[in-house]
């Protein structure tokens, strides 16, 4: 089957740890899914399952591809 992609979009120009927290939520209960946080932040990060992008590399290399 496809993937399960779990987004969420922050307005945020700085990401921070306390951001990560609400996508958290769902990854006991989706184990293969793909977990995105995006927002304004030029920096990439990763933590855990959840990686966060900017929005526009999202979009140019998540759903580009």
């Given at each position: 089957?496809?993937?399960e992609?779990?987004v969420?979009?922050?307005?945020n120009?700085?990401i921070?740890?306390?951001?990560?927290?609400g996508?958290?939520?769902?990854?006991?209960?989706?184990?293969?899914?793909?977990?995105?946080?995006?927002?304004?932040?030029?920096?990439?990060?990763?933590?855990?399952?959840?990686?966060?992008?900017?929005?526009?590399?999202?979009?140019?290399?998540?759903?580009?591809?």
């Amino acid at each position: 089957g496809k993937p399960e992609f779990f987004v969420e979009i922050k307005s945020n120009t700085q990401i921070r740890e306390k951001d990560f927290r609400g996508l958290a939520h769902f990854i006991r209960d989706f184990p293969k899914g793909k977990f995105f946080l995006l927002s304004q932040d030029p920096q990439a990060q990763k933590q855990g399952s959840i990686t966060a992008l900017p929005w526009q590399e999202f979009l140019l290399e998540v759903l580009g591809s």
